[in-house]
């Protein structure tokens, strides 16, 4: 029995999915596998855990398991279903990659995709599980794909052995064929359940002349902007902390103030008059094409924010309490939202598309959004990555939408045409069509799984990506050659069958990806593990330097900002060393960061002075002493420590270490280009790559900007400005 709060109860209540309860609780103890198809915010994250609580799923032994794509979710979903249920963290927990508060007692457990898969491996039937939920099916983040692929199979086994297990699959979208339609995955097809959504009507504008009605009693109900990155996000932020305003001049700030948005959209929305919205449902139509470009319409446009006083006498001007959220920020920071603004304040969240269905944010009625995604765009040929900013899905702007229609009837301004909005994509593809799967092919070869292409995917990656993978693999040892002999249609498939080899049975058991598995393997020479286990970490983690290049707003803080960033580029320097480990590079650097950070304690106050991100710094933390373990687990004579006095590598081991780290990135190697390959004065001090025709650079912000040497590996191409490498590492020319 479950003791709750009364007020708790109550709102519970008002949830669409407890009018389910008995419909789902039925299917999941008739079927195997059972999706769910509801709304964000129907209650499916935080209600169906406890569904399955109380009706005894983990009375017996066995635990209840939810996935999340996103950390951020597993985490804040952990402590709103401990604090609905009344019931101590340790019983309803959670484990993301790096941390955790599973105990014994562990009841109901929120993890990140990537950790069911990791466990995977450990215990293919997931004995400790009587239930696993796959939540956000519908965003089909990689893990999931292969979660869903993995279970279809893991289900019926267990079922067959006696030990009954159960899937659910949650999505936020009707759009689950590629779950239910697939024959390779489910034989017989898993009931879909629709929770109702009895969320309130959105009203959805575009620019057409219907005044919306007057701001009176607005506060309290909040306004959730959505952007792209988290630099918008925190020059947004700082705009909107300085005035006070109501949500339709957010709005109209955003195009003002933003030039990429109002520069792109002066096509679609040339002027915008802040009294002449439309009021038109979702999926009506195209009529706004023409109108609201009126000349006539926009004597609006060229106001100064705060000075409109018919405006500011219909809206008795609420301070707004203005919170940014976006993945990289600190969670304490992201905590924030959940709470309630300061009294007599509106709450305003500046997100970016972590808002969109993984968090619940009480109490918005406004949604502003920009209609756009930043994304990671991968090359499957070249392997150069970018990060584009592209527009949604019109799934994704429904789901924005729908964020405001939660408590009471919402609206929704949209900072594009609805003629835009009808050129949108159905849905967002699946991320494992956009990305390499090298990883993937590991960790499934690892599972016994030989012949990857009869892997029953979701949406399956194309041949192309599944050899390329596996030819990687080989070249790092990984799986065995294939035999050279047989026509070209034979080696094509021996090549997508190779099995795994010993050292690829090693590789697969530490959290990374194969090329810094594979440093990781090598690292025992000459006591560098140590060296490549941080270096690893520090390669793996997202960012860890603070970005001071994003715009600033004032001239005080454009001050600021120039002197912490001086102060991180002499640290920088000091941290890539003298002498032979100049040669490591941005290796170096990292190496010398995470030393010196740890030396200090790796305290909050030594990253902010140093440019370091804080959150950054105790992923490596954290990310090292699971590497370590990993490595006396896999090798028990290793006797690997973490050690936070780290001496600086002497030069033999800075020799050796840059030969581990060739033996990772060994495709990734590029050539100084040569005097007389110098064809176009743009190609200068630019570096050759085997796959690539156009060349690539080191970066300004490199340890080896300067040098240049004459062969180099890197950890990525990335295409900003320019195809720049990430992480460079200089190699002897022989
Ligand atoms: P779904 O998974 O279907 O999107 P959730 O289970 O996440 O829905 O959310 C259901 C409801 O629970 C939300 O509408 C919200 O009112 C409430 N809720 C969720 N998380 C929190 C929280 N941290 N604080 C307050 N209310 C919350
Ligand atoms: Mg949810």
């Not at 999915?17 to 209650?43: D, H, N, P, Y």
Request: net charge neutral.
């Amino acid at each position: 029995p479950v003791d709750r709060l009364p007020e708790i109860q109550e709102a519970r209540l008002r949830l669409p999915i407890l009018a389910e309860e008995q419909v789902i609780m039925e299917a999941v103890r008739e079927k195997e596998c059972v999706v769910l198809c509801g709304e964000t915010g129907s209650g499916k994250t935080t209600q169906v855990p406890q569904f399955l609580y109380e009706a005894g799923y983990a009375s017996s032994g066995g635990i209840i398991g939810v996935t999340e794509p996103r950390r951020v979710a597993a985490i804040s979903m952990s402590h709103r279903v401990a604090t609905e249920m009344n019931l101590p963290s340790g019983v309803v927990s959670y484990q993301i990659r790096y941390e955790g508060n599973v105990t014994e007692n562990t009841k109901i457990k929120f993890m990140t995709d990537g950790v069911l898969l990791k466990e995977i491996q450990k215990d293919f039937l997931l004995q400790k599980y009587s239930v696993v939920i796959i939540d956000e099916a519908h965003e089909r983040s990689v893990y999931t794909d292969i979660l869903i692929g993995l279970l279809s199979r893991i289900v019926p086994l267990r079922n067959k052995k006696g030990l009954p297990m159960k899937l659910i699959i949650m999505s936020a979208t009707l759009r689950v064929e590629d779950f239910t339609e697939n024959k390779r995955l489910f034989r017989t097809p898993p009931p879909v359940i629709k929770v109702e959504a009895r969320q309130f009507a959105v009203t959805v504008h575009f620019n057409k002349r219907t005044p919306v009605d007057n701001y009176t009693g607005e506060a309290f109900r909040g306004i959730l902007v959505f952007l792209t990155g988290q630099a918008e996000v925190h020059s947004v932020c700082r705009r909107l902390r300085k005035c006070s305003l109501n949500v339709q001049n957010i709005q109209f700030l955003i195009f003002l103030k933003c030039p990429y948005y109002s520069q792109s959209l002066s096509q679609s929305l040339p002027r915008i008059n802040l009294d002449s919205y439309s009021a038109l449902p979702v999926d009506e139509g195209d009529e706004d094409r023409q109108a609201g470009i009126d000349d006539n319409d926009n004597e609006g446009s060229d106001l100064e924010l705060g000075d409109h006083p018919d405006k500011e006498k219909a809206d008795p001007s609420i301070p707004l309490y203005v919170l940014p959220l976006y993945s990289l920020l600190a969670p304490e920071q992201q905590a924030k939202v959940f709470s309630p603004p300061p009294t007599g304040a509106r709450l305003c969240v500046v997100a970016t598309n972590v808002a969109e269905t993984s968090l619940t944010i009480p109490g918005i009625k406004y949604v502003v959004d920009c209609g756009r995604v930043k994304k990671r765009f991968y090359d499957r040929v070249t392997g150069v990555s970018s990060f584009k900013v592209t527009w949604i899905s019109q799934a994704s702007a429904n789901q924005r939408a729908g964020r405001a229609g939660r408590t009471e009837p919402g609206h929704c301004y949209r900072l594009y045409s609805s003629a835009v909005f009808g050129d949108f994509s159905l849905f967002s593809e699946a991320e494992i069509t956009r990305r390499p799967v090298d990883d993937l092919v590991l960790q499934m070869k690892d599972l016994n799984i030989e012949k990857v292409v009869n892997f029953p995917f979701p949406t399956p990656p194309s041949s192309e990506v599944l050899i390329s993978a596996e030819q990687l693999l080989i070249s790092l040892g990984a799986l065995e050659e294939p035999p050279r002999r047989g026509r070209l249609g034979e080696m094509e498939r021996a090549r997508l069958s190779c099995p795994i080899t010993p050292l690829g049975r090693a590789m697969a058991a530490f959290p990374v990806a194969p090329r810094y598995a594979k440093m990781l393997a090598l690292g025992r020479q000459q006591g560098c593990m140590p060296y490549i286990i941080t270096i690893v970490a520090a390669m793996t983690v997202r960012e860890i330097f603070e970005d001071y290049d994003r715009p600033a707003g004032s001239e005080e803080e454009n001050t600021k900002m120039a002197g912490k960033k001086a102060r991180c580029v002499q640290m920088r320097r000091l941290w890539a060393g003298q002498g032979q480990s100049v040669q490591l590079g941005d290796l170096m650097v990292l190496l010398g960061a995470v030393g010196a950070c740890e030396f200090a304690g790796c305290t909050h106050q030594f990253c902010e002075e140093n440019g370091l991100r804080y959150k950054a710094m105790l992923e490596i933390r954290r990310l090292r002493g699971q590497l370590t373990n990993a490595v006396n687990a896999v090798c028990s004579d290793a006797g690997v420590y973490v050690d936070n006095k780290m001496a600086p590598p002497t030069a033999s081991q800075v020799l050796c270490l840059r030969q581990i780290v060739l033996a990772g990135l060994g495709d990734h190697i590029a050539r100084r280009v040569q005097a007389e390959e110098l064809l176009d004065p743009k190609w200068r001090n630019g570096y050759k790559t085997p796959l690539l025709d156009d060349p690539v650079f080191i970066h300004p912000s490199s340890a080896l900007h300067k040098t240049l040497p004459e062969f180099v590996v890197y950890q990525e191409i990335m295409e900003t400005t320019k195809m720049y490498m990430r992480g460079v590492c200089a190699v002897q020319a022989e």
